[in-house]
Every structure is written in C-alpha cells, then in structure tokens.
C-alpha cells in the first residue's frame, strides 16, 4: 500500500502573524510548525501501513523552513519526504498549490491513498484537497472521522454540519481527515533518530514540469487588495463573584442593549 | 443583467436564512439565480430570486459535493453567470474547490462581505490570522466563486421567481463515492449556531455538566456552544465546537464560560460584537479580550444570570 500524506508548513498560531508589503504573510523570523491539523493524517497513513504494510511519503510544498515540517512528518512516521520548493512559489494560491501538489502526486507513480488533515492552520481556505482530487481524477472524501481499509477500497464515515455519512469508495481515492479520527502519537526518542535517515527529495518546479509563471503572485487566481489590522480587543471590565456574578452580568447585558 | 448563481442551503422543506443573505448581496452585482438542490420547495420564493433552477436526480446513495458541483457547473455553463456564491459550510467549500479547477476559476472563501468596486467587479472581506486582520481580496481568473458565511447581508423581500427544472443524471466520475448511510442530526429548538444572534459556550470549567450552560442560553434565546477541551473529554457533540477546527461564530454576543480561550477557540470567535466571560481565573486568555469578565464559579454564577434574566425579559 503506497500512501502520500499532503502536509504543511504553518507559521505558529501563538506568534505576532502579520502581513509584508506584497500582502503575502511574513514567514521568516516566525517560529513555523507542521500544521496540527496535517499530524491526524500522517498517524491515520502511518496506523495502515503498520497493519498492512506499505510506505508513507509525505509531501510538503514551501520554502526552506518548511523543512522543519518536514522532519516532524518523519518523526511522526512517514517513510519518506518529498520537499517542494522554488522561490517561484512565493504568493502561491489556493489554486496554484493544488496544482503543484496534484503534479507532486502524479511524480510518485501509482498511489493507493492520498490524505491530509480538513484545513490549514494558517490560511485555512480547506479548498486544496478537494482541488488535488480533481486534479488527479481521483474521488474525494472530506471530513472523514473513521476509515477502514480493506480489499482495494476504503469504508469509513464522515461528518458535515448537519449529518453524519457512512461512505464506501474503492482505491485509489484522496480522503481528508479530521482532527476527530485517531489521536496523533508523540514521536519517540527513537523514532526523532531514525527520522534523520530517512530519505528526504527536494525537487522543484522544472522538476515537475511546472511553468513559474502559472504560480506565484502572479499566476494566482486570487488577488488581495487590502489588509487592515483589526483594533485589538481591548479587555473591558472585569467583575468578581460576590454572590452578585449573575446579576451583574445579566445588568451588564441589558445596560448595553445585548439582550 | 447578468445572473449570479447562488447555491441554496437546505434544511428539509426550509431554506436557511444566510441563503437569503447570500442573495440579496448577490443581488449588488446581477440577477439572482438560485440554485435548489433536491425539488422544488415553496420557501423558495421567500429567499429574493428572480429565477430557480431545480435540480433533480441526484439519488441519495450518491455523496453529493461533487454530484452537486457537475450540476453547478453545467448550469453556469448554460447561462455564463458573473458570479457563484456558495454556503460557507464543509461542502460548499468541497463544492468550491470541485467548481474552481472544473471552471478555471478563483475562490476566495468565508466571505463576510461582498462590495462592487468601481467597475462592478466583486471585492470580498474576510477575516484572517484568527480574527486578527480584515483582508479584502478579489478573484481574477475566471467567474469568481465565493462562499459566503452567515450574517453577510440583511435578507430583501420575498419574490415570485421563475422556476426552471434541470434533471441530471450524475456521472460516473462524480457517483464514485457511494453512500451506504445518511443519519441527519435532529436540530434541537435552540437557533443554528453558525447563525445564532446570542450563543452561551461552556468549556473544561464545566466540568461535563452542561445544564447551566443550557438553562442560561434557553433564558436568552441562545445557541450553545462548546469548547474543544469540552467536546473531546465527550461532554458534548463535536456538532456544537467553536473554534478553529469547528463552527466558526460572529454574534452579536458571545458567552464564554469556563473557557480559557485557546488561540484555537479565539480563532472561532473573536470577531463577536460583544464578549462575556466567566471563569474562575482571573488570567484566563479570554479575560484579556472579554468585553465583561466575571471571576467567579460558572455553576453558581450562570444560574443566579438565568434567574435574572427570566425576571428581566419577565
């Protein structure tokens, strides 16, 4: 069983994220991570390798601190690591990293599965996986909380807002994990060893036959005009419970026209 | 006038009303067209459209993203529309992603405000980096998709739209993925959190009892909500997360109690009006941003406010 996790490299949710004057977020000076959410599908890949057999190489598209996601994905299990990275990438969209990505997947031969986490942490549009799928003719399931895998298809459910779908869909397919499927290991001592030799690939966009005009700022097919800080939020009153708590946030309530 | 498709949200016989939303900002740039998924239903002419397109024949065995998506796209290859609006929520944005690369067209998602510039082109507003950043940006490839979040617009009048029906046989492609079971969450009386006015949330300071938080949101005609920590210790149904990896909210107020606020849970509801807390302590991230903080046991605290509000709203 071959498996490809998509994964990304996310600026830390906690760290000052702001914006430069090409209206790309900054990235560098800010401590970076694997995207939490991409850590449910490396365990998911890794726990059916570990049944089944098979290898699990995870994929990464980004600049070169995005190695650090990188190393974390084979700490967490992955067999292998493909690194995508081109300066032409800068401002890359939603669209565009779907493509790269989608060429990325086609670079590794016949896949049985393709997954990856339900969104980024950083821009968080959940449209790549989707847009990967299309790309790649495979079917797609998003949102997936449970998954089997047996006889060349995947049984499993998912969930929406409103309903929850039992689904059953034959290999090869790309199916999105959510963050309630398993619950991601912690790597060991000697899983963090045995992650620095396994074999990492850097490739680039002539690599995958990409032309760098059709990514980047300039081949997106979104453009951002404006951003604006919001004011911060400053802390209002702050009442003690004296017995009065309710009262005082009811008063609070009213006083204000809230309810 | 151009048309600008919008993809109706459905809740059985009902439309939801940030399907209404969604038209009538559709309705800056062109003539609304709604797209209705599963037969006609009479609460169609309540949402502002000039026009319906009913679509049948998608069988219930059949996952419907991309079942829906190929229907989208054969519409709008009928009446080349200026725009696509579609729900915020998990599939509207799986059939966004299907539409874009089908179409060779942009997204841009979780649209919380839609104005023309100066030659009528669609620039949207969206928050990014949890709240934190109003950003507005544009689609400049293709007939730009958008998926719109509740609360966008104020609903227009009622209107007697022309219906016209399309039934689809969807393709092997877009059938690949059967579904063997469809279990509907029953909704409850209390509002739809994504669109709820009010919503009262209680987290790991709840300590798995919820019935204060529920008899508060009851008192003011709330939605409840709930933390990760609280959804994950199984206190409550992941339907009901606020936060990043959940429903992300914008109420007018926004009751946070027993809650610490992890940059995961400000991500989901940090763009509220008004912000209310209550928590035991006083260093608690989400007394730094509560509009009111009140230090003080949610247990006690809540059902004295429900009490209070019950006399007030006598």
């Known amino acids: 069983m071959k498996i490809v996790v998509l994964a990304k490299h996310v600026p830390d949710a906690t760290a000052d994220r702001r914006y430069q004057d090409d209206l790309t977020s900054v990235r560098s000076g800010i401590e970076g991570r694997l995207s939490e959410l991409d850590e449910y599908a490396i365990e998911a890949a890794v726990r059916i390798t570990e049944a089944g057999g098979g290898e699990v190489i995870v994929v990464v598209m980004g600049p070169d601190q995005a190695s650090e996601a990188v190393l974390r994905a084979l700490q967490l299990g992955a067999s292998a690591a493909v690194h995508v990275t081109d300066a032409a990438l800068h401002g890359t969209d939603a669209a565009g990293t779907a493509r790269v990505l989608a060429a990325a997947v086609r670079q590794q031969g016949d896949v049985d599965l393709v997954l990856t986490g339900m969104a980024s942490t950083d821009a968080g549009t959940g449209l790549v996986p989707a847009m990967v799928a299309a790309h790649l003719g495979l079917p797609h399931v998003g949102f997936v909380e449970e998954l089997e895998v047996a006889d060349g298809s995947v049984a499993g459910a998912r969930e929406t807002e409103t309903t929850r779908e039992r689904f059953a869909v034959s290999l090869p397919a790309l199916l999105t994990v959510t963050d309630h499927i398993n619950e991601p290991r912690y790597p060991s001592f000697k899983a963090i060893m045995a992650a620095k030799k396994k074999p990492v690939t850097t490739v680039g966009l002539a690599d995958l036959g990409i032309a760098p005009d059709t990514v980047g700022l300039a081949g997106a097919w979104t453009a951002v005009e404006s951003v604006r800080r919001r004011p911060k939020r400053a802390g209002g009153e702050v009442v003690k419970d004296d017995g009065d708590g309710g009262t005082k946030l009811v008063d609070y309530l009213v006083r204000n026209r809230l309810i | 006038m151009a048309d600008i498709l919008v993809l109706a949200e459905r809740d059985g016989d009902e439309i939801r009303r940030a399907t209404a939303e969604t038209v009538a900002l559709a309705r800056r740039f062109g003539s609304p067209a709604l797209v209705l998924v599963g037969g006609w239903t009479d609460a169609a002419r309540a949402v502002g459209v000039d026009t319906v397109h009913v679509v049948d024949g998608i069988r219930d065995d059949v996952l419907r993203p991309p079942a829906v998506a190929e229907a989208v796209a054969a519409i709008a290859g009928d009446l080349g529309p200026a725009a696509i609006l579609l729900p915020a929520g998990r599939e509207g944005k799986e059939i966004a992603a299907i539409l874009s690369v089908r179409l060779g067209a942009g997204v841009v998602t979780d649209v919380t405000g839609l104005d023309p510039d100066d030659d009528g082109w669609p620039v949207a507003t969206q928050s990014a980096f949890a709240g934190t950043f109003t950003v507005r940006s544009r689609v400049t490839v293709g007939t730009p998709i958008l998926t719109v979040k509740p609360g966008a617009a104020e609903p227009g009048p009622a209107t007697d739209p022309a219906v016209v029906t399309h039934t689809v046989n969807p393709s092997e492609a877009a059938s690949r993925v059967r579904v063997t079971d469809r279990t509907v969450r029953p909704k409850g009386d209390r509002p739809a959190l994504a669109e709820a006015e009010v919503i009262v949330s209680g987290g ?43 429903v992300t909210v914008s109420p007018q107020v926004y009751v946070a109690c027993g809650i610490s606020g992890a940059i995961q849970h400000l991500a989901g509801m940090q763009t509220s009006k008004t912000i209310v807390a209550v928590n035991k302590d006083p260093e608690a991230p989400i007394m730094a941003l509560a509009d009111l903080g009140v230090v003080g046991d949610l247990h006690t605290v809540l059902p004295q406010a429900t009490g209070e509000a019950h006399t007030r709203r006598g």
Not at chain 2, 207 to 219: I, L, M, Q, Y
């Open chain 2, 204 to 246: 790991r300071g709840t300590a798995g009892d919820f019935s204060a938080v529920e008899a508060f949101a009851d008192a003011l005609g709330a939605a409840v909500g709930a933390s990760r920590a609280a959804v994950d210790a199984g206190w409550y149904p992941h339907a009901y997360q606020v936060g990043q990896t959940g």
